[in-house]
T-cell receptor
Framework: NAGVTQTPKFQVLKTGQSMTLQCAQDMNHNSMYWYRQDPGMGLRLIYYSASEGTTDKGEVPNGYNVSRLNKREFSLRLESAAPSQTSVYFC??????????????FGQGTRLTVV | QKEVEQDPGPLSVPEGAIVSLNCTYSNSAFQYFMWYRQYSRKGPELLMYTYSSGNKEDGRFTAQVDKSSKYISLFIRDSQPSDSATYLCAMSRGSNDYKLSFGAGTTVTVRA
């Protein structure tokens, strides 16, 4: 049981390049999330998907797009990377609306550096 | 002002000491409260999950929630070097609004 799997684990991009971060969960969770973590800022929500077929903006969505490919997979795309997007990105999942539990389970993170 | 405030520390204690961590929050709609532990270069892992006010104990860990003061705490008894990590508090409004709001995290070092 792998839980939440993110790829890649590390990435260096040049300013203006694009890339997609992949995330998959095997817990049959309805909801999935993308967070970024920066020193002193905690975890900030970029985008989330309440259920398959829906996506919504979080606290810091500018410069990102997402796709909920199916129930298992939720990808995050940087169309034109900027140095301000240097961060550690975490994907997470939870049971979702109406299930009575709201805790999220996290992947191991992607360390992204934009130069 | 952030929705969830957490002192970033760092906090350094000797092995065997009690570690006390806390968070304050501004939104009275929060009902579910969590503590996550994050080791260096790893993802956060769920440590404690509580609903509304009260105490919950799990082994050496005790979580307390005081909704009237908008204050939550985590206590670690008989701390071990393996408890050295960053501890993040998180909270959500309820089962129909499941998004988590996080504190900035407190870095704890337990000295052998």
């Amino acid at each position: 049981n792998a839980g939440v799997t993110q790829t890649p684990k590390f990435q260096v991009l040049k300013t203006g390049q694009s890339m997609t971060l992949q995330c998959a969960q095997d817990m049959n969770h309805n909801s999935m999330y993308w967070y970024r973590q920066d020193p002193g800022m905690g975890l900030r929500l970029i985008y989330y998907s309440a259920s398959e077929g829906t996506t919504d903006k979080g606290e810091v969505p500018n410069g990102y797009n997402v796709s909920r490919l199916n129930k298992r997979e939720f990808s995050l795309r940087l169309e034109s990377a900027a140095p301000s997007q240097t961060s550690v990105y975490f994907c997470a999942s939870s049971e979702g609306v109406g299930r009575g539990r709201t805790e999220a389970f996290f992947g191991q993170g992607t360390r992204l550096t934009v130069v | 002002q952030k929705e969830v405030e957490q002192d970033p520390g760092p906090l350094s204690v000797p092995e065997g000491a009690i570690v006390s961590l806390n968070c304050t929050y501004s939104n009275s709609a929060f009902q579910y409260f969590m503590w996550y532990r994050q080791y260096s270069r790893k993802g956060p892992e769920l440590l404690m999950y509580t609903y509304s006010s009260g105490n919950k104990e799990d082994g050496r860990f005790t979580a307390q929630v005081d909704k009237s003061s908008k204050y939550i705490s985590l206590f670690i008894r008989d701390s071990q070097p393996s408890d050295s990590a960053t501890y993040l508090c998180a909270m959500s409004r309820g089962s129909n609004d499941y998004k988590l709001s996080f504190g900035a995290g407190t870095t704890v070092t337990v000295r052998a």
